[in-house]
């Protein structure tokens, strides 16, 4: 088949050569900003903390938001036990309790659940949760065939803003997103007017670098 293909011309025709050259443009640009730019780009806690002060704007929270830990277990008897445990126990408690019994409970997130608004949860949770304040402990609430616990670590109403450690994840992503896009772009304008094409990682870097430099001087000139 390939013998009979490339005698009947295939590898010359122009959709074939424009799929090729586009298949091998993928390759290369996957390859750079996988294997070489991504690995580049760095984010530091200063980078973080100028886009938040440059920003603030953007962490407003527009609705009432919770910040909790969870105990899910699916025994009616346990809930019984778990409601009378908790009681009187502070938050790294609660955890101890959730590690031992709660079916949801996570080595890595252990049973904090951060920040949550309504949206998030079961609408059978909305009402309970959302009408305690910080420091209460409730539960069991059945919802189908599981028994919820929750403590109320904190309760921020609309117009507050969102703390830097609340937020600082989601702008680690948007300014790694960002720097890697800007790179690339400058790699690939250079790359539409070239068919040999070498790899210099300097050059990269020092694009990284002006990069970062520039996005830290417009930063640092928004708080003036």
Request: charged share 35%.
């Amino acid at each position: 088949m390939c013998i009979r293909d490339r005698d009947n011309g295939v590898e010359n025709n122009k959709e074939v050569k424009r799929r090729l050259e586009a298949a091998r443009r993928k390759i290369i640009t996957d390859y750079l900003k996988d294997g070489i730019v991504a690995p580049r780009v760095k984010i530091d806690k200063q980078d973080i903390e100028n886009y938040y002060i440059a920003n603030q704007g953007d962490f407003i929270r527009t609705e009432t938001e919770i910040h909790a830990m969870n105990i899910l277990i699916q025994d009616k008897s346990l809930a019984k036990k778990i409601e009378a445990l908790i009681a009187s126990d502070d938050s790294s408690s609660f955890c101890d309790i959730a590690k031992q019994y709660s079916i949801e409970y996570s080595t890595h997130d252990s049973c904090d659940l951060g920040w949550f608004s309504k949206s998030d949860i079961l609408p059978e949770l909305v009402r309970p949760v959302f009408k305690a304040k910080p420091g209460d402990k409730i539960g069991p609430i059945k919802v189908e065939n599981n028994y919820h616990f929750f403590y109320i670590l904190d309760k921020k109403e609309p117009g507050t803003l969102r703390s830097i450690e609340q937020v600082e994840d989601d702008i680690s992503r948007k300014l790694y997103t960002t720097r890697i896009s800007k790179i690339m772009n400058d790699l690939l304008d250079s790359l539409r007017t070239v068919s040999d094409i070498s790899i210099d990682t300097a050059t990269i870097d020092s694009i990284s670098r002006a990069r970062n430099s520039r996005a830290n001087y417009k930063e640092d000139a928004k708080k003036f």
